[in-house]
């Protein structure tokens, strides 16, 4: 997802105008509804500062609404969590295949083809697929609400 689908995602969630989103940044009234709008649609992109004041009035981690390098753990489930959001929370699948072991799966274009699994050997983002993997499960079988799954998403990392 783009920054701008994120941002859009977020405040729909928080059910926020970008009218309201505008102004909670300290945007002008008149022209709150279009800054934003331009944010949305990926004419711009927020500055770190004003990112910041978009994290704050969101109450998101800003890490939610930023680009990634994909060089630290953190960053890498980022990415993961959003590329599932985009699926419908249907493109990552985690499985355990042992007690030492998380597997990340990708869905496969067609029917026909087998699934594909991929193993990260990557510090530290072992725990971090444990954890998110728990959360999918609680989803999965209604012990955590949906609300509550996207919010510990846009929150991460919870450190």
């Known amino acids: 997802m783009t920054i701008g689908e994120r941002i859009k995602k977020i405040r729909e969630f928080r059910k926020l105008s970008q009218r309201a989103l505008g102004i909670a940044i300290g945007y002008d009234e008149k022209t709150a509804r279009a800054r934003i709008s331009q944010y949305e649609i990926n004419n711009?992109?927020?500055?770190?500062?004003?990112?910041?004041?978009?994290?704050?009035?969101?109450?998101?981690?800003?890490?939610?609404?930023?680009?990634?390098?994909?060089?630290?753990?953190?960053?890498?489930?980022?990415?993961?969590?959003?590329?599932?959001?985009?699926?419908?929370?249907?493109?990552?699948?985690?499985?355990?295949?042992?007690?030492?072991?998380?597997?990340?799966?990708?869905?496969?274009?067609?029917?026909?083809?087998?699934m594909v699994g991929i193993n990260i050997d990557y510090e530290g983002l072992e725990t971090k697929l444990y954890d998110w993997h728990i959360r999918k499960e609680q989803l999965a079988k209604g012990e955590l609400s949906a609300q509550n799954y996207f919010e510990w998403i846009i929150g991460y990392p919870h450190e």
């Open 44 to 114: 711009r992109t927020p500055s770190i500062e004003t990112a910041m004041l978009l994290a704050n009035a969101l109450n998101i981690n800003v890490n939610s609404i930023q680009n990634y390098s994909l060089d630290s753990s953190n960053e890498i489930m980022k990415y993961l969590f959003w590329l599932d959001e985009k699926m419908g929370r249907k493109g990552v699948r985690l499985y355990q295949t042992d007690a030492n072991a998380i597997n990340l799966q990708m869905r496969t274009p067609t029917d026909d083809m087998p």
